[in-house]
């Protein structure tokens, strides 16, 4: 799998997520929908920090 291909799979796993899912509220407030749920939840319930998680979402992984 190449980068960007992993790049568009957590992505599509991140728009899946609610906020709620992750534990966060639903206001109106928030910027995006999901913004936060996966770099914060799934990243590092991955053994990932948040930025290197962030990196490869954005298709930028080592």
């Known amino acids: 799998m190449n980068h960007s291909e992993l790049a568009a799979l957590l ?13 966060l509220s639903t206001g109106p407030r928030r910027r995006a929908p999901g913004a936060g749920t996966a770099t914060r939840g799934g990243g590092p319930a991955g053994g990932l920090s948040a930025d290197y998680y962030t990196e490869l979402e954005r298709g930028r992984g080592v």
Request: avoid cysteine; aromatic fraction near 0%.
């Open 11 to 23: 992505n599509s796993l991140r728009a899946r997520i609610r906020p709620s899912d992750g534990g």
